[in-house]
């Protein structure tokens, strides 16, 4: 909401002292938020005068254009009370007419200084203004044309324009709809200085008679108050006048006519909205109801507009005339040959408003109004004050007759202890401040013995209902700067939970390794999979949709980290990075098609057992954990050569993680994209699938934009959580002396090294410490479709030495069993 | 030679002469001392105290003397032989150690090579910065509460007094999953995790709720479809704003230092009533609104002096009779704020999207403090 400065303080008796800064600082600190202040055109300097133009010469050029070749009347203001002799390219100008001329020496928003200079032709000694070029608001169509009565050529026009004038804009919170009006604004003003406040909105009124108009409300509920008035002789040719023109425009609305500006300029002034009809346009009585299943109505934006049940309606004889609070319909809107004018200013239902604006994604300064709540005592007020600005301006004679349909509706009163903004603010605040407060912002107080009162709020504050609202009020004024820091002292809590510091350690144990953690949108499509490569039945595509989503690309939520990851890696690459390891950590979903989640009332706690209804309605949502590593791993350098990314580093992220968190994974060869079909291992705990690893399948590589051989993983992270060990055991060795046994065995090259591993140490028994393959040889020497393996043992016992028998005759068991088991050779 | 000479006639034997021994062992303390390295005090020690050095010759030659005159010459030649050979262990010592010494100089390396050979990860700013702020929490004694992003819409509104005709409803534009009849959204603050732990504990409850929230924004410089957010949540006996502003005092100083404080500005919020905005003390300019050298607007807080933190206030009775908690007993408090926001401001980030490019210079360049 945005208020000229002298318009507030028409209506509260600020001290000349109070700065308007000084004035917006107290309100932002009542609610009212300064969002800025702004003096249009402060930074003109003069001279800028009014002018009378008293010649006009078109002079077509040669690039096509058409210039005025002007002589403007500007009084003494040039010092000689000659015609000044100007070039003017706008062309909605007559002799005769009023402008706004700065002349040479005057400086213009921008620092554009104006010179007596050549051009087509003429000396043109200053320049007739626009709007835009003087910082106002308005079309820059052409210049500005004043009305015939707004001076005398050579006047001061900075004053005449509102030049210079402080516009204060505010955020204005939606419980504060009062304080979209002139109105609310100064009545906060005059609160927060303590002030008197002359409510614009006091004023006599006519009796109610309903001969104005004939109006039947056939919704007293969405419509409980109707006001119209009728107005005749209307002269439509009549300007608006200046001061209007420029409160309206600073409010940033845009001046249209002077019945528009006059509706207009009322609303702002006291905040209720109004609507004018052409009265001769309007057949019959006027009626309210909601509109009719297949209803149209063509409204003043020029768009037809199918209206739903829901909607409520103005009516004539020929049906809809008007969208009820939020915008009038083209049929008996007002034109340049209206004179008789019925005026409706109403008080409709704020939700029927809300929706109605919402279905029709209709924003009006009306509906902006009525969704919030209007003060119900409003319409026969601002339907009088419209009356008489189209009297006073517009030659207009009021039309005896006044209709007033229906009433306010009752303002609850509500009981609380006097001690209560005291208590919840922690201020010490006595029961007399919270009734001074409460009768300041306009409710009646009823006080009782037992130190409780009973408050009715004002007609105005439709947001006001139960006794926290009256906290709010009282404590606001009080001020909230007033409240006293106190740490609360009773929070006993156990510290984090076993999941979130596994989360910790988890994102510790990575980046340890080297990844970089990312964070990426969840959104994804069809062609995320397909890039992917996934079958079109792969389980992963059975996304949940997004309603709404930001691009029909990607409409879904992911079933996978590894788009997000595959696309910042692919990103890092782009940019040059020589290579890049990457995870993340997040929730991916997956369909429950348990039904919808049930609405449940807000009056009481819903039962467990509908508690348990709503969690079970929604999509299964585990974390994962995904990796990608693309490019070298380790760098090349001085040192020698670097690796680079494969399918075994993604393997041993995983791996690095599960031996941190104490769980025993196991690895097997499958296939399944986006991983190369001969390189990718599927992770297990206990027989449990909890994710792959290895490398990307080509073609996977081509479509992220990454080098060939890059490598990922993505697991179920609840899965490795629930299998960390939480306490861990603390580690038994011998400090003996060790015995090492090195043996190379030969196998078909297909048994997995995990088999060879497994029977060894079986064999082996107790004695073995340890077991690490360290050298894998294929070739001629042991034929093909082999492979040798080469195990590194290591023998250790608790209390003693061991003898080379004793690590021989280990090393030859364990030998016999990997023999039996996988077929081992020794070589 | 190892037997005397018996036909020697010892007369003859100049050998022991005390001019021959003294010029033999001159001799070699000069050549000792002359030694270079270790290789020419081998040669030295061979020539001047090897089996056929005059030395050794000379001490061979005493047994062929007169018993009388046996012991001078014994003496004479013995304490030439001594002098020798400690001047040979001396010399052989300082060599030794010249010789160490030179190894270590050979071996020395130009240090300032580069040593960046393993590869670098890092924790994202926004992962850390939530457990920054959970710390801070946790060491008040609150506890840590989370839920799920894809939330049930009576725990995203109803049962935060945002009823279906609430503007708020509107201002917050949804996600909604499909079909939008199935009541599910993407939740649209961390709010719910609040409901959710009113609905499941008994007061008094002490919860921080940081996690990632979703609304309908067009991606650009200041805005994201998904971002973060830190809300808590106090439910107890005799709660007031005092608590809430202490405890946002006690947060802000703990985040941003000592000084650093906060202030109330009344507002709106459905779930809250009364409700407040929280603006921070700018933490750069400390509030005076000017930048470094006093001359212009401090960046931070584009010489505002405060820097728009969050909301707050106080649970709206509703939101605690829709979530089971007795309003006649208790009270509460709530606060809410971007991690995001936060983050930007704090380390001075000029574009919201360089946290979720996963651009690897950004996230490294945080190190582990953040």
Redesign the interface.
């Known amino acids: 909401m945005k208020a000229p400065v002298s318009w507030i303080r028409e209506y509260v008796d600020l001290p000349a002292e109070v700065s308007t800064e000084a004035l917006t600082d107290r309100l932002?600190?009542?609610?009212l938020?300064l969002e800025g202040i702004v003096a249009a055109g402060a930074e003109i300097q003069g001279p800028l005068v009014v002018g009378r133009v008293l010649t006009k010469e078109p002079e077509p050029q040669k690039n096509g254009k058409v210039i005025n070749w002007c002589t403007v009347d500007v009084g003494a203001a040039n010092g000689t009370g000659e015609p000044q002799g100007i070039v003017c390219g706008a062309h909605n100008f007559e002799p005769g007419d009023l402008v706004v001329v700065v002349l040479p020496g005057g400086v213009l928003p921008g620092g554009f200084e104006i010179s007596a200079r050549k051009t087509y032709g003429h000396v043109s000694a200053g320049m007739i203004c626009s709007a835009p070029e003087l910082g106002l608001t308005g079309d820059g169509a052409g210049i500005i044309v004043l009305p015939p009565d707004a001076g005398r050529p050579g006047d001061d026009a900075f004053d005449l324009l509102g030049l210079g004038e402080e516009v204060v804009e505010f955020e204005i919170?939606?419980?504060?709809a009062y304080a979209l009006s002139l109105r609310g604004i100064a009545r906060e003003a005059a609160l927060g200085f303590d002030v008197p406040f002359r409510d614009p909105a006091d004023r006599p009124l006519p009796d109610v008679d309903g001969k104005a108009w004939e109006v039947n409300v056939d919704d007293p509920v969405g419509c409980p108050v109707f006001a119209a008035r009728l107005v005749s002789g209307f002269d439509p040719t009549r300007p608006t006048p200046e001061f209007m023109k420029h409160r309206v425009e600073q409010a940033g609305m845009r001046s249209i006519s002077l019945a528009v500006d006059i509706t207009n300029y009322v609303m702002l002034e006291l905040g209720q909205p109004i609507h004018g009809y052409d009265a001769d346009r309007v057949a019959g009585a006027l009626g309210v109801r909601r509109a009719h299943d297949g209803e149209r109505l063509a409204t003043l934006d020029d768009t037809v507009r199918e209206l739903s049940t829901e909607d409520l309606v103005i009516t004539d004889d020929s049906g809809p005339i008007g969208l009820a609070g939020v915008m009038g319909g083209a049929t008996t809107e007002m034109s340049a040959t209206t004179t008789r004018i019925l005026i409706e200013a109403a008080h409709w239902d704020a939700?029927s408003m809300?929706?109605t604006g919402?279905r029709h994604r209709l924003i009006s300064e009306a509906g902006k109004r009525n969704?919030?709540g209007v003060d119900p005592l409003l319409p026969g007020v601002a339907a009088d004050r419209v009356v008489e600005l189209l009297v006073q301006h517009g030659g207009a004679i009021a039309e005896p007759g006044f209709t007033l349909v229906g009433s306010a509706p009752e303002r609850p009163t509500i009981t609380i202890a006097t001690e209560l903004p005291a208590?919840?603010?922690?201020?010490a605040i006595s029961a007399m401040t919270t009734v001074e407060q409460l009768r300041a912002i306009g409710a009646s107080v009823t006080e009782h013995e037992q130190g409780s009162i009973d408050v009715v709020p004002p007609t105005w504050r439709p947001d006001i209902n139960?006794?926290?609202?009256l906290?709010?009020e009282v404590?606001?004024i009080v001020g909230?700067?007033q409240?006293?820091?106190?740490?609360?002292r009773?929070?006993?809590?156990?510290?984090?939970?076993r999941t979130?510091r596994l989360r910790?350690r988890i994102?510790?144990v990575?980046?340890?390794?080297?990844?970089?953690?990312?964070?990426?949108?969840?959104?994804v499509g069809e062609a995320t999979f397909d890039r992917l490569g996934l079958p079109a039945d792969d389980p992963l595509r059975k996304t949940?949709?997004?309603?709404?989503?930001?691009s029909t690309e990607e409409p879904a939520?992911t079933t996978t980290l590894l788009p997000?990851?595959l696309?910042?890696?692919g990103?890092?690459v782009g940019?040059g990075?020589p290579?890049?390891?990457?995870f993340e950590t997040?929730?991916v979903?997956f369909p429950s098609d348990n039904?919808?989640?049930?609405?449940?009332?807000?009056?009481?706690?819903?039962s467990d057992a509908e508690?348990e209804k709503?969690?079970e309605?929604?999509?299964v949502?585990p974390q994962h954990l995904g990796v990608v590593l693309a490019g070298e791993?380790?760098?090349a350098?001085?040192?020698g050569p670097?690796t680079t990314a494969g399918w075994s580093d993604a393997l041993a992220v995983v791996r690095r993680l599960a031996d941190d968190l104490g769980v025993t994974v196991d690895v097997a060869a499958a296939a399944r994209m986006p991983w190369h079909p001969g390189r990718c291992a599927v992770i297990t705990i206990e027989d449990v699938e909890i994710g792959h690893a290895g490398e990307l399948h080509p073609n996977v590589c081509k479509a992220f934009g990454l080098p060939a051989r890059s490598a990922a993983a993505e697991i179920d992270l609840d899965a490795l959580m629930a299998a960390a060990v939480d306490v861990p055991p603390g580690p038994v060795f011998s400090t003996m002396p060790v015995a090492k046994e090195d043996v190379a065995l030969v196998v078909d090259a297909g048994v997995p090294v995990t088999a060879v591993e497994a029977a060894l140490r079986e064999g082996a028994g107790d004695l073995l410490e340890s077991v690490r393959l360290f050298d894998v040889y294929t070739g001629e020497q042991i034929g093909s479709g082999k492979k040798s393996l080469a195990f590194a043992l290591r023998f250790r016992a608790l209390d003693r030495t061991l003898t080379e028998a004793e690590a021989g005759a280990a090393r030859d068991a364990a030998v016999a069993v990997a023999a039996e088991r996988v077929g081992a050779v020794q070589r | 030679m190892s037997g005397p000479n018996t036909d020697y006639d010892p007369v003859e034997v100049a050998a022991v002469s005390p001019a021959e021994v003294e010029a033999a062992r001159d001799a070699a303390l000069a050549a000792i001392a002359a030694a270079a390295d270790l290789e020419q005090l081998k040669a030295v020690r061979t020539q001047h105290a090897g089996d056929r050095s005059p030395l050794a010759l000379a001490n061979r030659e005493i047994g062929a003397l007169p018993p009388q005159a046996r012991k001078e010459a014994g003496q004479r030649v013995g304490q030439a032989r001594g002098a020798v050979s400690q001047a040979l262990a001396k010399r052989q010592a300082e060599l030794e150690a010249e010789h160490e010494a030179r190894i270590l100089v050979e071996e020395s390396v130009d240090v300032t090579?580069?040593t960046?050979?393993?590869?670098?990860?890092?924790?994202?700013p926004?992962?850390t910065g939530a457990?920054l702020i959970?710390d801070i929490f946790?060491a008040?004694?609150?506890?840590?509460a989370?839920g799920?992003?894809?939330?049930?819409?009576?725990?995203n509104f109803?049962?935060l007094?945002l009823?279906p005709?609430h503007?708020?409803r509107?201002?917050q534009d949804?996600?909604?999953?499909?079909?939008?009849?199935?009541?599910?959204v993407?939740r649209t603050h961390t709010s719910p995790v609040q409901a959710r732990t009113m609905?499941?504990r008994t007061p008094?409850i002490?919860v921080v709720c940081p996690g990632?929230v979703f609304r309908?924004d067009?991606?650009d410089a200041t805005h994201s479809?998904?971002f973060h957010q830190v809300e808590g949540l106090?439910i107890?006996e005799?709660?007031?704003?005092?608590?809430?502003?202490?405890?946002l005092?006690?947060f802000a100083t703990s985040m941003f230092g000592e000084g650093i404080?906060t202030?109330?500005?009344?507002?709106?919020f459905p779930f809250t009533?009364?409700?407040?905005?929280v603006d921070l003390i700018c933490f750069v300019c400390r509030g005076s609104g000017l930048d470094d050298d006093r001359s212009g607007a401090c960046r931070t807080c584009r010489g505002e002096g405060w820097i728009e933190w969050g909301g707050c206030g106080?649970v709206?009775?509703?939101v605690l009779?829709?979530?089971?908690v007795d309003s006649s007993r208790y009270?509460g408090f709530a606060f809410g704020m971007g991690i995001d926001r936060t983050l930007m401001f704090r380390h001075g980030l000029e574009d919201l999207r360089a946290?979720?490019?996963?651009?690897?210079r950004f996230?490294?360049a945080f190190g582990?403090e953040l």
């Not at chain 1, 208590?423 to 201020?427: F, N, T, W």
């Not at chain 1, 409240?483 to 609360?488: A, D, G, M, R, T």
């Not at chain 1, 949940?544 to 930001?550: D, E, K, Q, S």
């Not at chain 2, 949804?174 to 599910?184: L, R």
Request: glycine share 10%; with cysteine; net charge neutral.
């Open positions: 932002t600190a009542l609610g938020k919170n939606p419980d504060r939700v809300f929706r919402k969704e919030r208590r919840l603010s922690g201020i139960a006794p926290y609202d906290v709010e404590v606001r909230y700067d409240v006293p820091s106190v740490l609360p009773r929070a006993t809590g156990r510290g984090l939970t979130q910790r994102g510790r990575l980046s340890g390794a080297g990844c970089v953690e990312v964070i990426s949108f969840p959104f949940i949709g997004l309603a709404n989503p930001l939520y997000g990851l696309e910042a890696a990103r890092n940019r990075a290579g890049v390891a990457l997040g929730t979903a039904g919808p989640a049930p609405i449940y009332g807000v009056h009481t706690r819903p508690l709503l969690v309605a929604l999509p949502q791993r380790t760098r350098g001085w040192w670097g | 090579l580069p960046d050979r393993d590869p670098v990860g890092a924790r994202h926004l992962t457990e959970a946790v008040m004694g609150w506890e840590v989370e799920p992003v894809i939330e049930a819409e009576w725990l109803d049962a007094n009823g005709d503007p708020a509107t201002m949804t996600f909604w999953t499909e079909p939008a009849d199935n009541h599910i993407l609905l499941t008094p002490y990632r309908t067009e991606y479809p998904m106090a107890d005799g709660i007031s704003m005092a608590h809430l502003k202490g405890t005092d006690h404080t202030r109330f500005r009344p507002s709106f009533e009364p409700s407040a905005e106080i709206n009775p509703r009779q829709a979530c089971g009270s946290l979720f490019e996963g651009d690897v996230t490294t582990s």
